[in-house]
């Protein structure tokens, strides 16, 4: 059975800084990854997908990489802004999972605060 | 940008209610599918629905819960005989493309259900 890990579970930056969130999968059979975000009480915002094919991903300041063969994604967060604070989840798609099921198992979370 | 929308935000019940919770996924979307996540802990798969049918659930979704697209537009789950432990945050998620693109297109959700059980 799948599981997904993500260190640390909170993490405070001080404005302007670089930050690398971590997820962890056990099972290196996906299909893809998704990076999304969180805010309280909110739903999630999906903000990169990278196919099992791909090595990375980036939308502005924003880049994941994933490394499947060791079960790895980075989520890399360029001159953090207050604006960043939220919850950052992992999440994967499984080859267990059939063509029109998507069924995505995630990670707990990283929670973010960015002081200005 | 087009959205999911789930109403209502919050929904209070008292236990053995029956509760529907009500989603319109993006106009275009094939791939519709029901998540949740209990308080301070992960986002859970629930079901997934394609073609008028479910194509997968989990071990979650037992006979209390079930899932309608009655018109082209609405995405339904229904929870028949609520408990304590049904509440959570509930969300509704879709996904475009065809067969031939079913392992590029992104999974978008709503804001999410926020489901009170008493």
């Known amino acids: 059975k799948q599981e997904v890990t993500q260190i640390p579970a909170a993490l405070s930056v001080p404005e302007g800084e670089n930050l690398v969130l971590n997820c962890s999968f056990t099972?290196?059979?996906?299909?893809?990854l998704q990076w999304f975000r969180q805010d309280p009480g909110k739903g999630l915002t999906s903000l990169l997908l990278?196919?099992?094919?791909?090595r990375e991903q980036t939308s502005g300041r924003l880049n994941a990489s994933l490394d499947k063969s060791s079960g790895r994604s980075t989520l890399y967060i360029a001159a953090s802004q207050p604006g960043d604070s939220a919850t950052y989840l992992c999440?994967?798609?499984?080859?267990?999972?059939?063509?029109?099921?998507?069924?995505?198992?995630f990670g707990k979370g990283t929670k973010l605060s960015v002081i200005p | 940008e087009p959205e999911v929308t789930q109403t209502p935000s919050h929904q209070v019940t008292q236990m053995g209610q029956e509760v529907i919770l009500r989603c319109v996924p993006i106009?275009?979307?094939?791939?519709f599918y029901w998540y949740r996540q209990i308080l301070g802990q992960k986002v859970e798969f629930l079901v997934s629905?394609?073609?008028?049918?479910?194509?997968?659930k989990s071990e979650i979704f037992d006979d209390q819960f079930s899932v309608e697209r009655p018109d082209g537009s609405n995405f339904t789950l229904k929870i028949r005989s609520t408990k304590l432990e049904d509440s959570a945050m509930y969300f509704c998620?879709?996904?475009?493309?065809?067969?031939?693109?079913?392992?590029?297109?992104?999974?978008?959700f709503g804001n999410g259900t926020r489901l009170t059980v008493t």
């Open positions: 998620a879709s996904r475009a493309g065809t067969t031939s693109q079913v392992k590029s297109s992104p999974l978008h």
């Open positions: 099972d290196s059979a996906i299909y893809n």
């Open positions: 990278i196919q099992s094919s791909q």
């Open positions: 999440a994967v798609r499984g080859k267990d999972s059939g063509a029109g099921s998507y069924q995505l198992t």
């Open positions: 106009s275009n979307h094939l791939y």
């Open positions: 629905f394609y073609n008028n049918e479910i194509s997968e």
